[in-house]
Protein backbone atom coordinates (compact mmCIF):
# COMPACT_ATOMS: atom_id res chain seq x y z
CA UNK A 1 0.00 0.00 0.00
CA UNK A 2 1.23 3.87 -1.28
CA UNK A 3 0.65 6.79 0.98
CA UNK A 4 1.91 9.97 0.55
CA UNK A 5 1.79 12.81 3.60
CA UNK A 6 3.40 16.12 4.03
CA UNK A 7 6.74 16.73 5.27
CA UNK A 8 7.42 17.02 8.74
CA UNK A 9 10.55 18.62 10.53
CA UNK A 10 11.50 15.30 12.23
CA UNK A 11 11.74 13.69 9.05
CA UNK A 12 15.01 15.65 7.84
CA UNK A 13 17.34 12.52 9.59
CA UNK A 14 15.21 10.17 7.04
CA UNK A 15 15.41 13.25 4.35
CA UNK A 16 19.44 13.33 4.69
CA UNK A 17 19.65 9.62 4.63
CA UNK A 18 17.45 9.70 1.42
CA UNK A 19 19.70 11.94 -0.18
CA UNK A 20 22.91 10.15 0.28
CA UNK A 21 21.51 6.87 -0.60
CA UNK A 22 21.16 8.89 -3.94
CA UNK A 23 24.91 9.94 -4.41
CA UNK A 24 26.53 6.77 -2.54
CA UNK A 25 28.07 5.12 -5.60
CA UNK A 26 29.11 8.23 -7.23
CA UNK A 27 30.63 9.40 -3.99
CA UNK A 28 32.57 6.64 -3.45
CA UNK A 29 34.38 6.65 -6.33
CA UNK A 30 36.13 9.79 -5.52
CA UNK A 31 38.55 7.62 -2.65
CA UNK A 32 37.21 10.03 0.36
CA UNK A 33 37.17 9.08 4.11
CA UNK A 34 33.83 8.56 5.89
CA UNK A 35 34.06 11.87 7.57
CA UNK A 36 35.33 13.32 4.84
CA UNK A 37 31.97 12.63 2.23
CA UNK A 38 29.56 12.62 5.24
CA UNK A 39 30.43 16.61 5.45
CA UNK A 40 30.62 16.95 1.74
CA UNK A 41 26.98 15.26 1.29
CA UNK A 42 25.63 17.37 4.26
CA UNK A 43 26.38 20.64 2.43
CA UNK A 44 25.01 19.11 -0.96
CA UNK A 45 21.58 18.43 0.42
CA UNK A 46 21.73 21.87 2.39
CA UNK A 47 22.19 23.30 -0.47
CA UNK A 48 19.80 21.11 -2.55
CA UNK A 49 17.24 21.83 -0.27
CA UNK A 50 17.91 25.80 -0.20
CA UNK A 51 17.64 25.92 -3.74
CA UNK A 52 14.37 23.86 -3.82
CA UNK A 53 12.95 26.36 -2.39
CA UNK A 54 13.97 29.31 -3.77
CA UNK A 55 13.19 28.22 -7.17
CA UNK A 56 9.47 26.74 -6.01
CA UNK A 57 8.16 28.92 -3.40
CA UNK A 58 4.99 26.78 -3.66
CA UNK A 59 6.91 23.47 -3.22
CA UNK A 60 4.50 20.11 -2.52
CA UNK A 61 6.96 18.07 -0.37
CA UNK A 62 5.36 14.74 0.76
CA UNK A 63 7.13 11.77 1.94
CA UNK A 64 5.97 8.50 0.45
CA UNK A 65 5.40 5.47 2.73
CA UNK A 66 5.00 2.09 1.45
CA UNK A 67 2.98 -0.19 3.64
CA UNK A 68 3.38 2.05 6.44
CA UNK A 69 7.04 2.48 5.67
CA UNK A 70 9.44 5.50 4.59
CA UNK A 71 10.24 5.01 1.39
CA UNK A 72 10.93 8.05 0.05
CA UNK A 73 9.81 11.57 -0.98
CA UNK A 74 7.86 13.46 -4.02
CA UNK A 75 8.33 17.22 -4.81
CA UNK A 76 6.20 19.40 -6.80
CA UNK A 77 5.37 22.25 -7.78
CA UNK A 78 2.16 23.76 -9.36
CA UNK A 79 2.20 26.42 -11.90
CA UNK A 80 -0.83 27.53 -14.04
CA UNK A 81 -0.41 25.45 -17.15
CA UNK A 82 1.96 22.38 -15.63
CA UNK A 83 2.96 20.62 -12.55
CA UNK A 84 6.75 20.15 -11.99
CA UNK A 85 8.43 17.16 -10.68
CA UNK A 86 11.13 18.75 -9.00
CA UNK A 87 12.57 15.49 -7.29
CA UNK A 88 11.10 11.61 -6.95
CA UNK A 89 13.86 9.70 -4.45
CA UNK A 90 13.72 6.31 -2.94
CA UNK A 91 15.78 4.09 -0.79
CA UNK A 92 17.68 1.58 -2.30
CA UNK A 93 15.28 -0.75 -0.96
CA UNK A 94 12.33 0.25 -2.59
CA UNK A 95 14.12 0.86 -6.21
CA UNK A 96 12.89 -1.40 -8.80
CA UNK A 97 9.10 -1.87 -7.22
CA UNK A 98 7.40 0.03 -9.05
CA UNK A 99 6.33 2.65 -6.89
CA UNK A 100 8.02 5.57 -8.96
CA UNK A 101 6.13 4.87 -12.12
CA UNK A 102 2.55 4.28 -9.73
CA UNK A 103 3.66 8.09 -7.80
CA UNK A 104 4.45 9.61 -12.05
CA UNK A 105 0.77 7.90 -13.01
CA UNK A 106 -0.95 9.70 -9.79
CA UNK A 107 0.58 12.93 -11.00
CA UNK A 108 -0.24 12.55 -14.68
CA UNK A 109 -3.71 11.79 -13.09
CA UNK A 110 -3.83 15.05 -11.72
CA UNK A 111 -2.28 16.61 -14.64
CA UNK A 112 -5.03 15.11 -16.76
CA UNK A 113 -7.56 16.40 -14.80
CA UNK A 114 -6.50 19.87 -14.61
CA UNK A 115 -5.58 20.26 -18.16
CA UNK A 116 -1.62 20.98 -16.99
CA UNK A 117 1.17 19.07 -18.69
CA UNK A 118 4.13 17.90 -16.45
CA UNK A 119 7.85 19.29 -16.72
CA UNK A 120 10.85 17.92 -15.31
CA UNK A 121 14.66 17.53 -15.50
CA UNK A 122 16.71 14.30 -15.52
CA UNK A 123 20.39 13.92 -15.80
CA UNK A 124 21.62 12.28 -18.46
CA UNK A 125 23.53 10.08 -16.91
CA UNK A 126 20.35 8.38 -15.05
CA UNK A 127 19.54 5.85 -17.96
CA UNK A 128 17.24 4.09 -15.37
CA UNK A 129 14.82 7.41 -14.92
CA UNK A 130 14.85 8.36 -18.74
CA UNK A 131 13.58 4.43 -19.35
CA UNK A 132 10.51 5.16 -16.85
CA UNK A 133 9.74 8.56 -18.13
CA UNK A 134 9.47 7.33 -21.82
CA UNK A 135 7.87 4.56 -21.04
CA UNK A 136 5.30 6.56 -19.47
CA UNK A 137 4.93 8.51 -22.30
CA UNK A 138 7.24 11.40 -21.58
CA UNK A 139 9.40 13.28 -24.50
CA UNK A 140 12.59 15.17 -24.37
CA UNK A 141 11.87 18.42 -25.58
CA UNK A 142 15.58 20.61 -24.31
CA UNK A 143 19.19 19.68 -23.66
CA UNK A 144 19.54 21.46 -20.49
CA UNK A 145 23.19 20.92 -20.54
CA UNK A 146 23.80 17.76 -17.79
CA UNK A 147 20.15 17.43 -17.87
CA UNK A 148 17.38 16.82 -20.09
CA UNK A 149 14.09 18.20 -19.79
CA UNK A 150 11.40 15.90 -20.33
CA UNK A 151 7.66 16.46 -20.32
CA UNK A 152 4.13 14.94 -20.62
CA UNK A 153 0.61 15.66 -21.66
CA UNK A 154 -2.39 14.20 -21.84
CA UNK A 155 -3.08 12.88 -25.27
CA UNK A 156 -6.57 13.45 -25.27
CA UNK A 157 -7.69 15.50 -28.10
CA UNK A 158 -10.33 18.36 -26.70
CA UNK A 159 -13.93 17.87 -28.71
CA UNK A 160 -13.71 20.03 -31.93
CA UNK A 161 -15.76 23.64 -31.55
CA UNK A 162 -18.96 23.71 -33.35
CA UNK A 163 -19.25 26.54 -36.04
Avoid at 48 to 71: F, G, I, K, N
Amino acid sequence: MLKLRPNRPDDDPFLYELYASTRMEEISMWGWDGQTAQAFLRMQWTAQMHSYSMQYPDLHHRMVLADETLAGRILTSSREDELVLVDISLLPSFRGRGIGGELIERLQEEAAESGRFIKLHVLKENASAIRLYERLGFATVADQGMHWEMRWQDRKEPAPKAR
